[in-house]
């Protein structure tokens, strides 16, 4: 079946440092990627998207890009802020599959920034 | 718009109470899901809704679970009787017809003593 695995956390980095978070995916059919953000005590927000190879999706400074030949959708920041401190969720959707239109999330990486 | 409204926000009950969780997802949303997370599972997909029809329960975890779209504004997950291993939060999302973006209320946090 479909699945997503992301990087283990927590991720502690200084503001102004890079980030990255490596999110692998396994797909039947041809998925959309996601990256969702889940700020402490609250749901979770959609932070950038991807529906086919070599898309790049970017908000707020985060980009990442579809990959099908690595099946990888990894999420980037050249700077990063003590407001980006969150939980950060790689997710698929594929309507090929029998899930149809629901997200499949990897575990979820905490990022914390440090002034 | 309001976004996604689930209430409770915390509930906490005892062992062998009956739970119930509402959600209103965005008007106009086609698809309602419902999620829970916790800490060992991550987020996992309980069921959805089209058109107030159930079209994937394959993740509600036992007879205990169930849920239900009377109409096309509110939903319920209840469940009967709770467990301790049922304490998560959990998390109403919608969807609009041909949309892929998911939009997430804010969880009930549910703690079964």
């Known amino acids: 079946g479909d699945s997503v695995t992301q990087m283990e956390g927590p991720v502690t980095l200084s503001e102004e440092a890079f980030l990255t978070i490596n999110c692998t995916y396994t797909?039947?059919?041809?998925?959309?990627l996601f990256w969702y953000v889940q700020y402490p005590g609250e749901g979770l927000q959609l932070l950038l998207k991807?529906?086919?190879?070599?898309d790049k999706g970017s908000n707020k400074g985060f980009e990442a890009t579809y990959r099908k030949e690595t099946t990888s959708f990894h999420l980037e920041k050249g700077s990063v802020q003590v407001s980006d401190s969150a939980v950060y969720f790689c997710a698929l959707s594929d309507r090929d599959s029998n899930s149809g239109y629901a997200l499949n999330f990897g575990k979820g990486t905490s990022l914390l920034v440090t002034p | 718009d309001a976004g996604v409204i689930q209430s409770p926000r915390h509930e906490v009950t005892e062992m062998g109470q009956e739970v119930t969780l509402r959600c209103k997802p965005i008007?106009?949303?086609?698809?309602l899901f419902w999620y829970r997370q916790t800490m060992m599972r991550g987020l996992e997909l309980l069921i959805y809704?089209?058109?107030?029809?159930?079209?994937?329960d394959s993740g509600m975890p036992e007879d205990r679970f169930s849920a239900k779209m009377p109409n096309a504004s509110f939903s319920t997950l209840k469940i009967q009787p709770s467990e301790p291993r049922d304490s998560a939060v959990y998390f109403c999302?919608?969807?609009?017809?041909?949309?892929?973006?998911?939009?997430f209320g804010p969880g009930t946090r549910l703690t079964v003593l």
């Open positions: 999302a919608s969807t609009p017809r041909g949309g892929d973006t998911q939009y």
């Open positions: 991807a529906t086919k190879a070599d």
């Open positions: 809704f089209n058109n107030n029809v159930p079209i994937d």
């Open positions: 008007s106009g949303h086609d698809y």
């Open positions: 797909a039947t059919g041809y998925p959309s």
